[in-house]
């Protein structure tokens, strides 16, 4: 009986986990849509590309922004490498969040260009490390 009721409370983080859907490239833009979630450790964010040819790449806050390098940055840094909807698949790519920390990305396609246009994105942005203050340092990195 015991072994049962550990493994169903075992269970509740995945049960209760969400997955945040982030659009890329929405209307043909240089954008993440939503630019900024708020997640919890076991949440999964699913990023839909549905134009072009986009990365989802974590990045600096401040500093070298633009361009994310390969690889991401940081603990718990990801990349998806270049996923293109030419085609219409609608490529996707899903990161499980396994922490709370702030974590900051951005497109690699153009050298940056995309990022400093503003294709940005962030995962639990804190007071100190807005969403706001990231999009400004990649804008003029």
């Known amino acids: 009986m015991f072994a049962k009721a550990f493994f169903l409370l075992a269970l509740i983080p995945s049960i209760l986990a969400v997955d945040h ?3 890329v490239g929405q209307g043909n833009t240089l954008s993440f849509t939503p630019s900024s ?5 076991g949440d999964t964010v699913t990023f ?3 134009s072009r040819n986009h990365s989802v790449t974590t990045t600096n806050f ?3 922004v633009c361009p994310p390098p390969p690889g991401g ?4 840094g990801f990349d998806s490498g270049f996923l293109s909807d030419l085609d219409g698949s609608l490529p996707s790519f899903t990161y499980k969040v396994v922490d709370t920390a702030p974590h900051f ?3 690699m396609q153009a ?3 995309h990022c400093r246009a503003g294709m940005t994105f962030a995962i639990n942005p ?3 490390q807005t969403y706001e203050q990231f999009l400004a340092n990649a804008r003029s990195s």
């Open 73 to 76: 940055v940081g603990p718990n």
């Open 62 to 64: 401040s500093g070298a």
């Open 105 to 107: 990305g951005a497109c």
């Open 111 to 113: 050298a940056g260009g």
């Open 21 to 23: 859907a982030v659009t």
């Open 48 to 50: 839909t590309v549905v």
């Open 37 to 41: 979630i708020t997640a919890a450790v």
């Open 126 to 128: 804190t007071t100190t």
